[in-house]
Every structure is written in structure tokens, then in C-alpha cells.
């Protein structure tokens, strides 16, 4: 790489011995961004999907009064710390995922559209909100989007009610008929992200040949530092250092897995932490490190597919998740099934305070992104697909006016919120699914 005295591009690779990593926003680079890229007055527009599974306790999740959020429900107290960062919207409903199933909840949590009723492969969906924004914006990075998931095997044939497991194994659809797989391994992730290809037993035989990325890339990395500010070189090396923990993470998870640490009932497969907490923070760490390389600016996360049965011994919930969602109105079930609510919602806030401490452009990575967290379900026990539970974090830069709670007197699309965040980051249609309008109420200072 050449570095001269003029700004360096946005898209900016440090190079060798077949790896690249690309760099954070650096202050070198702002003289030569234009409006397609990050400056003060247009930051790069940045969305993230994180799918909660199988509903809640709406009791534990709703804040109790409308307006400023003044004090959380128990279900969100984990977001304390960022709620002058988020907005919590009740009364959306997702109208076509009726006749309410799981398959549904999951289908149409992105989608907004009413799912074929098949077993077969002739499934038909709808285009993800994601992929609509991934096709506006994501010709200006390296992936156009990232699909991410917690399951680390994709289940065949019929799931749900006579629906093909299809819909409840992806979040994100191209095409009506083209669903997108996710990822769940860290290491193919970050591999992803970086550079390594090739099969399994590849990957494993240059897991054996390279100590670090990091240090592939250390020459080029020398001549950078040599043509930069203080301000960036501190920037690059806060960057570089998260990289690094990341790749020693990943190395101690194949560790355990290849010295026999875990139980031995537990299959997992190479390079997943043992515990799900762990595995979900490396994947939201990922995630962090994708927005702050800027390769990819839409990205979907699905905490555990529709009809999981993950247990959460951790937590003190040895029950399985999707039998516990049916709990019966019984009050011992419907607690242990708010304390996996709540466990989901911590690891977001983890999320959302990586975001916030990222340093990008005039800002931080939380205030450049916009973010839904949400199910499909409100009601899990009746498959109920309105009440949902829906937070929106992030995107003070582009206008949004969070720290309250927004409630709407009639059931409102799901597909509403959709077509505004759209907007946001330059997706310019009329409707999407079954919208009815767009919810502006996100935009209004809570003093009007």
C-alpha cells in the first residue's frame, strides 16, 4: 500500500500474505468523503436487526406509563443505562403472520408478509426489510449484509404447523423465494470479515500456519501509522486491540473444544463458547467490529430460531424455552420464561454499550446506527402476533428522539416502523407489506 499526503479513502485496506483488514473512520479520511460517505453533515447510514424468539411477559415488559422512560419494567432494567438511547413501541401487530405460529412469528418478523403454507420447497415469503436496505446501501461495502444466528444446526422438512422449517431457520429473504442462511460459527464469521475461504479442513490446516491476522497485516500496518495523526493512530490501535481479543476468543473456544472441556452430553461444534452468554457477545462483537471496518452496514441477528428449545441452566431456568413459552397462565412458569426475556434483552444492552463506546466519525457507532429488537410473538402462549415486544435503539444522528415509551391507541403495523427505519438509511418507497403509514412519532421531541 502507498501512502502519499493526500486523504486516504474510505475504503481502505491494510494487506498481506492473503489476508486484508479494513480500517475504522480515521480523521485522514474525512477531506476525501463525499456525500456517499461518512462526513459530519451525512454519516454513513448503518441498520441492525436483533430477533428475540417466542414473545415475552408482556406484564414485565411494558413500561407502565407512556411518554419519558422514567423507570423500566423488570424484563428491560438491563437497559438502564442507555435510555436516553432507546424507545420502547407497544400496540404493533404483525396482521399477516395470522393463523399465529411460530413458523409465522419468525417469518414475518422481517418481512411483514404472509408465509405460503407449505412443507415443500415451493415456499414463497417476502423481500426483508434488510435486504431492501442491504440493495440501497450495500453496493458501497464489501457485504452487502450479514445474516447472523445463536443455532448452530438448520433444522429440514416441516417445523411448525405444516410450515417448512425454512421460515423459522432464516430472518432474512432476498427474493420471495430466496431465503439467506446465517451464520453462527465465530469463526467462519470473523473469517468472513477477514479472510481466510476455503473448506473446514482448510480453515483448521491456516488456523496451524498464522499466529494473528493482525500480524499478516503488520507491515503494511508500520507505513500507516507513519502518515498519521495522533488522534488516528490511537484509533487504529483501540481497533486492532479489539481484533486481537477477538481472535484470542475465538482460539479459546477451539481450544476447549479440542482438548474435551465440555460436558460431555454437549456437542458443539469448533470455535462456539460453551456458554450461550459467551457465544452471544462474541457474535455482537463481530458485529461491532463489521460496522466499525465499515464491511457491511445491514446486519440481521437471530437470538435463538421460533420453537427453541434451549435451556438456561445459567440463568436458573433449566426448563426448555419453547415448552416454557406455553406456560398455561402458571405463574412459577411465566417467570422463569421473563428471566430468559430478560437474559436476551442483557446481552442487547452489552450490545448496544460496545456501540456506544466505538468512537466513529463525529460520534460513536451507536449514533450512527439505527437498531430493532424485537419478536414476532406477544403472547406466546396463545400465538399471538400483536402486543409485540419491539425496542428501537440507536440514530440520534439521523433525528430519532428516544427515552420514552411510545404506545399506539389502535393495533399498528409492525411493517409502520419498517418503512421508517427504511427511510432513515435512504430506502425511498411508498409501503411496505401491509403499512399504513410511518411511525413519525420516533422523530417528535418528547416535549411537543
Known sequence: MIITKKALPRRTFLRGLGASLALPLLDAMIPAATAAVLTPARPVRRLGYVFMPMGCDQSRWIPARTGALNELPPILESLNPHKEHITVISNLELRNAYPGSHATSNAAFLSAAKAKHTEGSDYYLGTTADQLAAREIGHETQLPSLELSMDMLQTTGQCDNGFACVYQNNLSWSSPTTPLPSEAH???????????GGSQAERQAALRRRASLLDLVADDLA??????????RARINDYLETVREVERRIQRAEADTSAGRLPPDLERPLSAPALYADHARLMFDLQVLAWQGDITRVITFQLARETSNRTYPEIGVPDPHHPLSHHGNDPEKIARMAKINAHHVSLFSYFLDRLRNTPDGDGSLLDHSALLYGSGIGNPNVHDHSELPIIVAGG???????????????????????????DKVGVAIDSFADS???????????SV
Open 186 to 196: 465465530p469463526r467462519v464469521v470473523f473469517e468472513r470479515l477477514f479472510g481466510e
Open 436 to 446: 399504513n403509514g410511518r411511525t413519525h412519532e420516533l422523530f417528535t421531541p418528547l
Open 396 to 422: 440520534g444522528v439521523a433525528g430519532l428522539k428516544h427515552g420514552r415509551h411510545i404506545r399506539y391507541d389502535q393495533p399498528t403495523p409492525l411493517a409502520n416502523l419498517h418503512l421508517t427505519l427504511l
Open 223 to 232: 507505513s500507516l501509522k507513519l502518515d498519521l495523526g495522533a488522534g488516528d
